[in-house]
């Protein structure tokens, strides 16, 4: 069976929750593969919301194995958190769940060092979630990590601890006037979460190579988006792992030629969190009405999104960048009110046009979008199950979304249900059945 990525096309919360819940009913193997809990997967079954931050999102679908890849870092004690929650949930995670023995481990340091490093940028402060990612990433390429397997070693893991601290403590006391931290008030948390975790700590690499030899259907589900990735996306305002599906291949430990499938998740308009350039953001009622509409606040930390139509300059570079072969579009339904709809085609920088999206974030900042518009739908389309059902004037506007990228819609996504969904192809609709 084909080993699909899904991946998110543009900065991240595009409805991939969602998305990975509705392709993962039978998928046999779901892997998460970068990122931590500064990511989070909205999944909503019947009604009942559930939001992921570590755990896959196919850990929702009780036939499924799960793997968190060694690309992620992991926080233990939200994911112990999370275990609780989904295990009371009535979801196994016993025998279904696998981390990987080489994903680093978020100590409280990094959470620390995250919040004291943002302070000091003042003005240039870049929006970080204070979880601690990206010096746990840091301490990962300083090759001066703790792993998994270092963890659930109760020998190994004070020796490390031990020899982090003491250079840790010495940023955190000369450099950045903070209290050091103590090795075995950390040592004592942190066995708690290790004697949690360790019955699921193992050599994923092998478990993931096994499942594609076997013929496996099995799927590589990507946190944030394209825009965020640490070499291709609006740099300095990204996370700090590969976003884009050539990720998998590091974060997952699989090489390029298992990968058949790249599925782009787009949001039906543009939102992103924190601060970076948005050309197409909307600091008006309409953005403020997307908000509301679309519920657009951080699954992770509540902050409100920024808002802003769909930017197809963007997508073009996203979907060049992963190989992108269908795309699934999200929030569709959050148009439904909107009497007109606007596509940015192009960017007028300087007084020249641009088709293609300047990686130099000068430019960018300078960027003037060039609209397209296009007449809304005005009408309710979360009961559509079939394309042919949803409104032309709906049609239209997916169509031209296909035209302007080069790459056919999949899946449309018309609500937030998992029920709420039309497979535009053959192949999807098997799937989906």
């Known amino acids: ?46 009604g009942k919301k559930t939001i992921l931050h570590l755990l896959p999102s196919g850990i929702l679908n009780e036939h499924s194995i799960c793997v968190i890849g060694n690309g992620t870092v992991v926080d233990p004690s939200v994911l112990c958190t999370e275990i609780e929650h989904v295990e009371a949930a009535g979801h196994r995670c016993e025998g279904r769940l696998y981390i990987s023995d080489c994903a680093h481990v978020i100590m409280p340091y990094h959470r620390l060092l995250d919040r004291l490093h943002e302070q000091a940028r003042g003005k240039g402060k870049i929006g970080t979630t204070g979880r601690g990612i990206g010096p746990a990433y840091a301490d990962k390429a300083d ?25 840790k403590n010495r940023i955190l006391v000369e450099c950045l006037q903070a209290d050091p931290m103590d090795a075995d008030a950390i040592f004592e948390e942190y066995s708690r979460y290790a004697a949690r975790l360790r019955p699921y700590v193992t050599d994923t690499v092998t478990l993931v190579h096994h499942a594609l030899s076997d013929g496996k259907r099995v799927v590589f589900e990507g946190a944030q988006g394209t825009m965020l990735d640490i070499d291709h996306g609006t740099f300095p305002y990204v996370t700090s792992s590969s976003t884009i599906a050539g990720g998998v291949c590091s974060g997952a430990g ?15 308009y543009t939102t992103r969190v924190g601060e970076g350039p948005f050309p197409t953001e909307l600091k008006n009622e309409l953005g403020e009405l997307l908000r509301q509409e679309g519920q657009e ?23 060049a960048i992963n190989g992108t072969t269908g795309i699934v579009l999200t929030k569709t339904d959050v148009l439904s009110k909107l009497q007109r709809l606007r596509i940015c085609t192009a960017y007028q ?71 709420e969904t039309i497979a535009c192809t053959e192949a999807y609709r098997i799937a989906s059945s």
């Not at 699989?254 to 039906?268: L, R, Y």
């Not at 606040?297 to 979907?319: E, S």
């Not at 130099?360 to 005005?378: F, V």
């Open 349 to 419: 920088i300087d007084g020249k046009t641009f088709d293609v999206f300047p990686s130099d974030p000068e430019l960018l900042n300078r960027a003037e979008p060039i609209y397209e518009d296009i007449e809304g739908w005005n009408q309710d389309i979360r009961s559509c199950r079939k394309r042919e059902e949803l409104p032309q004037k709906a049609e239209q506007y997916f169509r031209r979304i296909e035209e302007l990228l080069g790459v056919p819609i999949y899946i449309i996504s018309v609500g937030p249900g998992r029920e």
């Open 254 to 268: 699989v090489p390029p030629s298992q990968i058949k499938e790249v599925i782009g998740i787009v949001k039906a």
């Open 143 to 167: 090759r001066f990590g703790i792993r998994m397997a270092d963890l659930v070693n109760p020998t190994r893991f004070r020796e490390m601890l031990a020899a982090c601290l003491s250079i």
């Open 297 to 319: 606040f951080g699954a992770t930390t509540g902050r409100p999104r920024r808002c802003g139509w769909l930017d197809c300059v963007q997508l073009r570079r996203a979907a």
């Open 1 to 46: 069976m084909p080993a699909s990525v899904i991946v998110g096309m543009q900065w991240g919360d595009e409805g991939k929750g969602k998305v990975v819940d509705y392709l993962t009913r039978n998928a046999d193997l779901v892997v998460r593969h970068q990122g931590g809990n500064n990511a989070g997967h909205t999944v909503v079954i019947d």
